[in-house]
T-cell receptor
Framework: GAVVSQHPSWVICKSGTSVKIECRSLDFQATTMFWYRQFPKQSLMLMATSNEGSKATYEQGVEKDKFLINHASLTLSTLTVTSAHPEDSSFYICIPSKTGRTEAFFGQGTRLTVV | GDSVTQMEGPVTLSEEAFLTINCTYTATGYPSLFWYVQYPGEGLQLLLKATKADDKGSNKGFEATYRKETTSFHLEKGSVQVSDSAVYFC????????????FGTGTLLAVQP
């Protein structure tokens, strides 16, 4: 299967600071990157979809100014949680994709804890 | 819009018991269907999939059949092991770069020795 590297795997930050999460598609060129988050005991919910070289499309209820997504290349996308608050504590997962791909491969995800 | 509904957990079974986790979907078209598994402390990984009606996905003793008439994709295993303890997610997708995965809420399975 495809190899996806997400970094960091876990991070603890203070309230009000920003955290950047990197997602790399190591063995294929991802024209699209899906970012999901998973709150405790809940399912994965799509936050945003980004296409390489263009602005991300955010799901309803997700603040685009708070969750900054950059998809500068076909192998790298970043999610920055700005001015993090405890309610942003969650498990964030990226899924790189491209046309013709019918299944998803996940990285290990990033466990964010805001204290 | 499309959605996926799973039975709520947790499901607690004894080793070698029969497992069924129900999953139904709503869709405007004909998506592919997936089961993903998340073991404790790990990320999600694909367990099995089916891409069209009447297809049966299978892996590691688990099976699920794509039933268009009942819009279901129930996960089954004849004899569970303690190592099967995990969270199982049912999901749908039309595939391709622009089509997202839609997940169910996940079902925690706990298998006791």
């Amino acid at each position: 299967g495809a190899v996806v590297s997400q970094h960091p795997s876990w991070v603890i930050c203070k309230s009000g600071t920003s955290v950047k999460i990197e997602c790399r598609s190591l063995d294929f060129q991802a024209t699209t990157m899906f970012w999901y988050r998973q709150f405790p005991k809940q399912s994965l919910m799509l936050m945003a979809t980004s296409n390489e070289g263009s602005k991300a499309t955010y799901e309803q209820g997700v603040e685009k100014d708070k969750f900054l997504i950059n998809h500068a290349s076909l192998t790298l996308s970043t999610l920055t949680v700005t001015s993090a608050h405890p309610e942003d504590s969650s498990f964030y997962i990226c899924i790189p994709s491209k046309t013709g791909r019918t299944e998803a491969f996940f990285g290990q995800g990033t466990r964010l804890t805001v204290v | 819009g499309d959605s996926v509904t799973q039975m709520e957990g947790p499901v607690t079974l004894s080793e070698e018991a029969f497992l069924t986790i129900n999953c139904t979907y709503t869709a405007t078209g004909y998506p592919s269907l997936f089961w993903y598994v998340q073991y404790p402390g790990e990320g999600l990984q694909l367990l099995l999939k089916a891409t069209k009606a009447d297809d049966k996905g299978s892996n590691k003793g688990f099976e699920a059949t794509y039933r268009k008439e009942t819009t279901s994709f129930h996960l089954e295993k004849g004899s569970v092991q303690v190592s099967d303890s995990a969270v199982y997610f049912c999901a749908s997708s039309y595939g391709g770069a622009t089509n997202k995965l839609i997940f169910g809420t996940g079902t925690l399975l706990a298998v006791q020795p």
